[in-house]
């Protein structure tokens, strides 16, 4: 077949269509003449398209451009025939038929986490006492997070049971998850001299199994403060400070003698809450082994740390009994704080 008849087929096929499509008075006729020339099985077009393999070889992708340009143009002729038939119709909404003035659908907006806020506050209340807030890495050596605080190699803090050791190591020195923020404290004393206020809050890991008040990986808050002539007196006046502007009112702070490697004397303090007594965290005066570790003169200075766990305190703000709450990702829990 020769070229000129296949586009003569082409255009005898539009015209038809395109007169068919102007005689289209309704959905029905409209889908009629769907069929008769696009119809997938025996339309027109169809008919058309077999021919194409009549042609020579080399005319065949000018036939199929023609092929595709009529295809196209009737396909668009039937849409502006739907179109109209549709446009016409009582069916299709007038612009007055949407109420604006009804109000709309709210957007919902979201929030802050509630361990993020706990973080805020408690470095917004510190702030006010005159702590900057600083930052410490999550992968940590040997020295911050157990060395330069007096834990020596053979201490059971350093067990790999309880510790989240990697498989890169820095030199001979193997890397670890961070397990408190206590090496925070180091970081930022090999860097400054004193007087010092800094606190300190982030993530730590432990391989602890969780449940209602363990998680592999949780907060804490840490507090240093170095300044010439401190005391317990104002360690005990910060913590006061902190807990009853974080959980609102006269709140009672309770000292009981304990041990940590880095602090001499320490203690652990509750904090007294709905009338029971609440394990808070740690304390005490930093330990000299540790002023030594850092470059600073024992004798000239002086200082307490503290640290404490964030969702625990997140928890009893909250009233929350299970810290696994907070990570499993529901937005009906995390939506009511
Ligand atoms: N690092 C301790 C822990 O994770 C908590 C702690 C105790 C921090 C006493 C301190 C401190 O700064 O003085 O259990």
Known sequence: MAIESFVAELEA?????????GRVADGAGLEQARIEFLGARSGRLKAIQKLLSG?????RP???????????AVTALLADVQERLVGGGAARPT????????????????HVHPITQTIRRVQEIMARL?????????????????????????????DPLDNFYLAVARGADPLLLRSQTSTVQIRVMENRRPPLRIVSLGRVYRPD????????????????LIEPGTTMAHLKSVLRQLASSFLGGDVHVRY???????????????M??????????????????????????????????????VERIAARRYGVADIRDFYRNDVRFLRQF
Request: glycine share 12%; no cysteine.
């Open 13 to 21: 096929f539009r015209e038809a269509a395109s007169e068919s499509l």
């Open 55 to 59: 042609l020579v070889a080399t005319d």
């Open 62 to 72: 000018a036939g199929g451009r023609h092929f595709n340009e009529a295809k196209a």
């Open 95 to 110: 612009a007055d038929a949407i109420d604006v003035t009804l109000p709309g659908d709210p957007v919902r907006l979201g």
């Open 130 to 158: 005159g702590f900057e807030s600083v930052d410490g890495p999550e992968v940590e050596d040997q020295w911050h997070n157990f060395e330069a605080l007096a834990i020596p190699a053979e201490h059971p803090a350093r």
């Open 209 to 224: 199994t969780a449940d209602a008040t363990h998680y592999p990986m949780f907060h804490q808050v840490e507090g240093l």
């Open 256 to 270: 009981r003698p304990s041990f940590f490697p880095f602090t001499e004397p320490s203690v652990e303090f509750d």
């Open 272 to 309: 007294q809450w709905g009338g029971r007594w609440i394990e808070m965290g740690g304390a005490g005066m930093v330990d000299p082994a540790v002023l030594a570790a850092v470059g600073y003169d024992p004798d000239e200075v002086s200082g307490f740390a503290f640290g404490l766990g």
